[in-house]
């Protein structure tokens, strides 16, 4: 049984970045759907006792192709939301980044020369997301910070990487429509006064 992160805010916590109608439906409605679905198909595969990061590294091994489909699918949606819902919160911004693990910041000037060009290279990377989709940092095997796109749910597990997530922006018009419209680049804006980077280092 795969089960929904559960919020540690309200659905008017990050008022006025994400608006409360916005995350009450994502995470409510889409999250919980795509959370019902995987444990639906799951239990049909036979894979419902695995991991989610194991199932989502294995979908080749999921023979019926149906079902790996909707495993991809609906298994990347609930893992990708779980992340993103996990790694925001009242307490993010840039001023949480001072709080992070000195591990996490260091791999931070390391890879990127600071905050600033990480959260420039990752905007870029999911303004240049066309339709549905997501942007992420990841950690490689040998603790490396890698920023990479995915259409749909996918992510760097479902398309055979060996990098671990670690930030998941989603750019799907759901997370950002009913405040934001067609101002993608503005809800981005906004998802980086959000994004808790203690929590991010906690996961490094
Ligand atoms: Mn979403």
Request: net charge negative; hydrophobic share 35%; charged share 25%.
């Amino acid at each position: 049984m795969y089960e929904q992160y559960k919020l540690s805010y309200d659905y008017n916590g990050l008022e006025l970045h994400i608006d409360e109608a916005t995350v009450e439906t994502h995470y409510g409605k889409h999250h919980a759907a795509y959370t019902k679905t995987l444990n639906e198909t799951a239990e049909k595969a036979g894979v419902a006792d695995m991991p989610i990061e194991e199932l989502l590294k294995g979908l080749d091994k999921v023979t019926d192709e149906g079902l790996r489909k909707m495993l991809r699918n609906h298994g990347g949606g609930y893992y990708n939301h779980n992340l993103y819902f996990k790694t925001i919160s009242p307490e993010g911004g840039d001023a949480s980044f001072e709080n992070a693990s000195d591990v996490f910041k260091k791999a931070v000037e390391r890879d990127f020369g600071g905050l600033d060009v990480l959260k420039e290279k990752m905007s870029a990377a999911a303004m240049g997301q066309f339709g549905s989709g997501w942007a992420f940092l990841s950690a490689t095997p040998d603790g490396k910070l890698v920023i990479s796109a995915s259409p749909n749910q996918d992510n760097p597990l479902s398309e055979g990487t060996a990098n671990t997530p670690i930030v998941a922006l989603d750019v799907w018009e759901h997370a950002y429509y009913l405040k934001y419209r067609n101002l993608r680049a503005d809800y981005i804006k906004a998802f980086w006064n959000v994004i808790d980077w203690v929590k991010v280092s906690e996961l490094f």
